[in-house]
């Protein structure tokens, strides 16, 4: 049975496909996301620079397979980032970067845009990729300044893409989106599908057992 690894230390993107019915080999990429960045300059589009980033993750842990899993698996990659006024925007990792962003864009929309790239791998060998990014327009709600408070003063903000969630205590303050919800948490099941399926796979075929 061909095995899903996740090229990821997402625990949202590990809870998504659990709930999706898949028990993915998780292997943490540990890519240096600002070099891989700095290495594509500052013109590169946004979509390509979350692929990128989502490939180099993937391609990243091919080398740290076990040799029963790199038998036959299929390895996904991805990477979150949000653009707003023009930019890509990661984790904000300190609470007054968090604050700044959310004072500036409450009120207002922006496009969460999620890479994905999926390797086929057969006796440790790629033998198959595809690869393609997800867009999903956010549109901020307004929170008070203490619920604001509250919500840095939870850390949650922090540590994820864009400052924050649609499925934690972020979810008080997304007032609606357009677009898939998954992609927004980290990885969007329907892409998947369609990637998985470029590479010769049905999703049911990695589904545990029900
Ligand atoms: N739960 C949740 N997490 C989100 C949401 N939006 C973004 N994230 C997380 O924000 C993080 C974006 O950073 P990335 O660099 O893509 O991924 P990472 O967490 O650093 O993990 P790697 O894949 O190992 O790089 C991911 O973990 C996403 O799952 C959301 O709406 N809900």
Known sequence: MTTLVLASASPARLTVLRKAGVEPFVVVSGVDEDAVQEALGPSAAPSRVVTELARAKATAVLTELPADVAADAVIIGCDSMLLIDGTLQGKPHTADIARARWRSMMGRSGTLLTGHCVLRVRDGATVGESSADS????????????????????????????????????????????????????????????????????????????
């Open 135 to 210: 867009a999903t327009v956010v549109h901020f709600g307004t929170p008070s300044g203490d619920d604001l408070e509250a919500y840095l003063e939870s850390g949650e903000p922090m540590q994820v893409a864009g400052a924050f969630t649609l499925d934690g205590l972020g979810g008080w303050f997304i007032d609606r989106i357009e677009g898939d919800p998954s992609s927004v948490i980290g990885i969007g099941l329907p892409l998947v599908r369609r990637l998985l399926g470029e590479v010769g796979i049905g999703v049911s075929e990695l589904w545990g057992p029900r």
